[in-house]
């Protein structure tokens, strides 16, 4: 008897250890993150299949490339729910590249909004299916260097692409490089000064007066800024952003229905 409560008791003084208070605010990252192994050719290989993949260590060269001679900025976004188009910043070019070429090569076609947080924000990208291996295997395993910009903020309808979680890593180390292909929309509406007296508090930051001004009018996530490129933002169909945000998900904010897109670029 005595022995049962003592194991009880130390289960118990275990649980009190090990048991962290989640965050009181969201955070954006790489959930499913589809690695790709890169094999390397020996030199003079006739048949090098890997020499058009895109690396960490060609990426600035190719994405700026392919930028040169396709100079596009304007995006649909096909939903189940409507339509979303979008508009991709000049002054963020090799994430505009990126997005793209990816749609160019049909990536994001018959994919899904694989991560959903209502008043927050919805997430696309390399979700976990056979499909999206295949897919990465064919342009290669890579990240995007960060163009985070001050003046390009989280708001309602912006544009942005992921970064691997860094929960646990020293701050002084973290790799602000964006994910090659998760993408999210900020959902969440206008917030008050009080709330962001309460971010600036929880994360250690300032949110600038004129961004206030933005986040007190049109909404937005503020502690997310200066950590993800954001490159771009919705110019319509803000109200099919919205439909989504509202839909049912589970313990891990997954739609328990498909929410399908397909992307096209169109000038």
Not at 80 to 91: E, M
């Amino acid at each position: 008897m005595r022995l049962c409560i003592y194991f009880m008791f130390l289960s118990f003084l275990i649980g009190c250890q090990t048991s962290e208070s989640k965050p009181k605010f969201e955070s954006v990252e790489v959930i499913k993150d589809v690695s790709v192994e890169v094999k390397k050719v020996p030199k003079g290989s006739k048949t090098n299949k890997y020499a058009k993949l895109i690396t960490n260590q060609n990426v600035i060269q190719k994405l700026k490339s392919y930028g040169t001679s396709n100079p596009e900025t304007r995006i649909l976004i096909e939903t189940t729910f409507g339509n979303i188009k979008l508009k991709l910043y000049d002054d963020t070019p090799l994430h505009r590249a990126n997005f793209v070429m990816l749609i160019k090569k049909g990536f994001y076609d018959s994919t899904l909004f694989y991560r959903v947080i209502n008043h927050f924000m919805i997430q696309g990208g390399n979700s976990d299916d056979n499909k999206m291996f295949n897919r990465i295997a064919k342009i290669g395993n890579y990240k995007i260097p960060s163009e985070v910009l001050p003046h390009h903020i989280h708001k309602r309808g912006a544009l942005a692409m992921a970064v691997q979680e860094q929960y646990y890593q020293d701050i002084s180390k973290q790799d602000k490089s964006s994910s090659a292909y998760n993408f999210y929309i900020i959902q969440k509406g206008p917030i008050s000064d009080k709330y962001m007296d309460k971010l600036e508090e929880t994360y250690h930051i300032k949110i600038p007066e004129k961004n206030r001004k933005i986040y007190r009018k049109y909404g937005g996530n503020p502690h997310l800024d200066n950590d993800y490129t954001v490159f771009g933002e919705v110019t319509s169909g803000m109200s099919v952003v919205d439909k989504i945000g509202q839909v049912i998900t589970d313990d891990k904010n997954r739609p328990l229905k498909n929410v399908y897109l397909s992307m096209k670029v169109l000038k």
